[in-house]
């Protein structure tokens, strides 16, 4: 999915029949650079350049390509995707639960699945390319645990049992609500680039492992794990996050486009007795609408 | 909000728990074994999904609705408990609760099982399992107690067939799983709520206590071992404990004793109980024994026989037997002391709980191996040897159990030296002089008291023991003889156990005892083995021949 979204965006970046439509206008050809002074960026009139005398005068130059510096004239942006999130931060976490009158504990190494990841931005322009504005994303995962533990023996003292095993399919969501800075960058015709990056908020709700089940008999030297009991666990954290979004433009203010985003922003969540610190956010692809206006 | 209220809005924060991979394989939830799943989450949509879900499997017969239960806190809302089902047999521990406020569901918790693809039709009929479990425990259920059919989720991860069957037996609430098509077991387990405590021992030490929670008490009743063991607190009744050991007065659950928080406080019974499952776990694991019998005889341990405070006025053969002794008194029930109150001093030392020293506590119980066994005569040589062989036994369990060491709660050669304060011994199987016992055959006591010295003796065979672990030069043959070490002590622990329990006859010697534990250390080692080797110095040092 990254890899399509980068080719489409090489692919039309590389074309010099493409013009750019940063204010919704069709391009107009530029002329040759020979036959009329160009324009500065601020309306004034270059002064024209003087050619030494029986100096052969330059080959006329071809049409200069898209300038991606070309002034964005429109006030914001508005973008919402639909995608997954491909890539995330385990984490590991302990907790501490009595079995047979002694303290057991649970070492979880969690993995986070790919799932799906609903986003939203927008922004409003406010210098030149520049805009700022807002982000939101929530994505659905799905964890795997690799779980090892220390079970107390049921007659005697500093008698453990070690167990392993794995639980899959934990819920997790997370949501991420941004405060993010844009710049628009032109690639080609109806083709467009926003580079953002701010700092976000992403708070998680996800089941965190606080006990293991486990068989267990005579003369319970072992001990067999059979699953682990979760705790539903919520948490959030300061972080930052950033990625680009390319658009193609149907019509004067509709796109299509795709994102790419990787967010991180550290939590403590508690699911029983012990703290854990997880990594919140990760890499994030979507695709969806866009809007200019 | 009331403190009452707070789980229950914890719970609804959880909107649903539930289970099965083939209704929503997008949230399994910690996965065990293979085949089907258990806990899964859902959020509040899915809780709607759920219903819907349920109602479908309801028409269908896969769920079976139990009834329904208003809820008793929260007004309006209610909860039904619905059953799985495979084909019309209840499918074990599958099953969903439902809670619903005003009609509208408000979680759904529980576990379904998937992928079950067994045939229903069973081979045997109730009759036969009933009779298959009635073989095993030697109690018939009533008709109201039939087995009932049912599709029982294995450890393993597949399903069986099976019928269920509750039997309550002397010793155990215990639940059979019948295979349906072969009879044979595939699960038991046992329904007493058994639960783990601990208590402060004799000697102030913290130990766990295995317990059985009944009408809100915890009684010293342990339900995770095979064999039932009990602890019975007497209260100081020497009427009724020797009623009771005379098989006039059957004990019942209100003798055992007892505790309110399961942190137990009387180290009499904390030791007693726990000393008597160490034993029976150093039996299983260093030799796969059983039990006393081999079959899991219950164990049972009688504290305070008597009243402390009686002491001073009690009969001398009362102090000698209820106060300053334990006996094994036949059918796997052993008797405790109950030693002196703080201050009182007999002998120049005072005397705690008899329960409170390990090596007493396996001493007895051996008393019950080889009444099951060999069952040597208790006087003359035999006696010795059956003192001997009790006297083996503690000290191995103290070896298995406790570091080595001279300090209390540590493990040596003495016999009961953690129960004196100053500490004492009764005996030492690496000195037997010190005590007055001989550590030599030619030092043997040859009258008539104590049946024929049969707490005297016993010191010659439990020289020899000693010696053939640790090596060593008899005091009186100056005999050297090289042991096998310490940390092969489980060999000649076994060589011992081997011979006194199955090669010795009942009129046992001496002589015969040295050649049974030869013939074991061949058996178990080899001829000319450094065991058979230590064995054979060690009989000669002490002069049995």
């Known amino acids: 999915m990254i890899a399509a979204v980068l080719a489409l965006a090489s692919a039309l970046a590389a074309s010099p029949t493409l013009a750019q439509s940063l204010d919704g206008q069709p391009a107009r050809q530029q002329p040759p650079q020979a036959a009329k002074p160009a324009a500065q960026p601020d309306g004034k009139q270059a002064a024209p350049r003087t050619q030494p005398a029986g100096a052969k005068a330059p080959p006329a130059r071809k049409a200069a390509p898209p300038q991606t510096s070309k002034a964005w004239k429109g006030r914001g942006f508005a973008v919402v995707s639909v995608g997954a999130q491909l890539a995330a931060p385990g984490y590991t976490s302990t907790a501490d639960f009595t079995v047979h009158a002694e303290d057991a504990t649970l070492n979880a190494d969690a993995t986070i699945g790919i799932g799906p990841a609903f986003g939203a931005r927008g922004g409003v322009r406010v ?3 520049l805009a700022v504005g807002g982000g939101l994303a929530v994505v659905s995962t799905s964890q795997e645990l690799a779980i090892t533990g220390r079970l107390p023996h049921p007659f005697q003292f500093n008698r453990y049992r070690e167990v392993s095993g794995t639980a899959d399919g934990l819920a997790r969501t997370e949501t991420l609500v941004a405060f993010e800075v844009s710049w628009l960058v032109a690639l080609a015709r109806r083709v467009d680039m926003f580079v953002f990056a701010g700092p976000a908020y992403i708070n998680v709700r996800q089941d965190m492992a606080t006990r293991i089940q486990f068989n267990e008999s005579f003369p319970y030297d072992t001990a067999t794990f059979t699953g682990v009991e979760t705790a539903s666990v919520s948490g959030g954290g300061v972080g930052a996050t950033g990625g680009i979004d390319v658009s193609y433009l149907v019509t004067k203010r509709l796109g299509i486009g795709g994102e790419l985003r990787y967010s991180y922003a550290p939590a403590t969540l508690t699911p029983s007795t012990q703290p854990a610190s997880v990594g919140l956010g990760g890499l994030q692809a979507a695709f969806g609408a866009r809007i200019l206006f | 909000m009331h403190p009452a209220q707070q789980p229950v809005r914890r719970s609804l924060a959880i909107l649903a728990v539930l289970t099965t991979a083939f209704l929503t394989p997008a949230h399994p939830f910690a996965q065990s074994g293979t085949g089907r799943r258990s806990l899964v989450t859902a959020e509040g949509r899915d809780v709607r999904l759920w219903d819907a879900q349920i109602s479908r499997m309801v028409r269908d017969g896969r769920l079976r609705s139990r009834g329904e239960e208003a809820d008793l806190v929260l007004g309006g809302r209610s909860h039904e408990r619905l059953d799985q089902y495979h084909q019309g047999v209840k499918v074990f521990g599958g099953e969903l609760v439902r809670q619903a406020d005003g009609g509208q569901t408000v979680s759904v918790i529980g576990a379904l099982y998937a992928g079950i693809s067994l045939d229903v039709e069973p081979v045997l009929g109730p009759q036969d399992a009933a009779a298959i479990v009635a073989d095993m425990t030697g109690v018939s259920v009533g008709p109201d107690r039939a087995p009932e059919l049912i599709v029982l989720p294995t450890d393993e991860g597949g399903y069986a067939l099976t019928y269920r069957v509750r039997v309550l037996t002397d010793d155990d609430l215990a639940v059979f799983f019948v295979d349906a098509g072969t009879g044979g077991l595939v699960l038991r387990y046992s329904d007493l709520q058994t639960t783990i405590g601990t208590g402060q021992g004799v000697l102030n030490d913290t130990k766990k206590v295995s317990a059985t929670l009944r009408n809100g008490t915890y009684l010293a009743l342990d339900g995770m071992r095979p064999p039932s063991i009990r602890t019975y607190d007497l209260k100081g009744n020497l009427a009724r404990t020797q009623a009771y050991v005379n098989g006039l007065l059957t004990l019942n659950d209100t003798d055992l004793a007892a505790d309110a928080d399961n942190e137990w406080t009387d180290p009499a019974a904390v030791d007693a109980h726990a000393y008597a499952g160490w034993t029976y776990d150093y039996l299983y694991k260093r030799f796969n024994r059983q039990g006393l ?22 009969p001398s053969s009362v102090l000698n037997l209820y106060y300053l002794n334990a006996f094994y008194a036949g059918g796997g029930v052993m008797v405790y002391g109950e030693g002196l109150p703080a201050g009182a001093t007999m002998g120049g030392r005072q005397w705690k709980y008899f329960s409170g020293a390990l090596d007493v506590v396996a001493h007895e119980l051996a008393h019950g191996v080889t009444d099951y066994t060999s069952d040597l005569i208790y006087r003359n040589e035999s006696g010795a040897l059956n003192e001997a062989f009790s006297d083996i036994i503690g000290t191995s369990v103290e070896f298995f159990y406790q570091q080595a060491g001279s300090g209390r709660l540590q493990a040596d050669y003495l016999l009961g030296e953690d129960l004196t304060e100053p500490s004492g011994a009764f005996r030492s199987m690496a000195n037997p002089q010190a005590y007055g016992d001989p550590d030599h055959y030619s030092r043997r006591y040859t009258g008539t008291a104590d049946n024929g010295g049969v707490h005297h003796n016993s010191g010659i065979a439990n020289h020899a023991f000693y010696l053939a672990i640790e090596g060593g030069v008899n005091r009186t043959s100056g005999l050297a003889v090289q042991g096998v070490g310490a940390a092969s002590r489980a060999k000649i622990e076994s060589v011992f ?6 090669l010795l006859p009942a009129n046992a010697t001496f002589s015969m005892a040295r050649a ?3 013939q074991a250390a061949r058996d178990l080692y080899g001829a000319g083995s450094d065991v058979e080797r230590a064995m054979e110095q ?8």
């Open chain 1, 127 to 129: 210098w030149k390319n």
């Open chain 2, 293 to 314: 019998d081999h079959r899991n005889l219950p164990m049972t341990s009688i504290v305070h026989p008597v009243r402390r405070e009686d002491w001073a006025s009690a």
């Open chain 2, 497 to 502: 156990y081997r011979a006194f329990t199955q």
């Open chain 2, 516 to 518: 049974a534990t030869l």
């Open chain 2, 538 to 545: 060690a009989w000669s040092a002490v002069g049995v021949s």
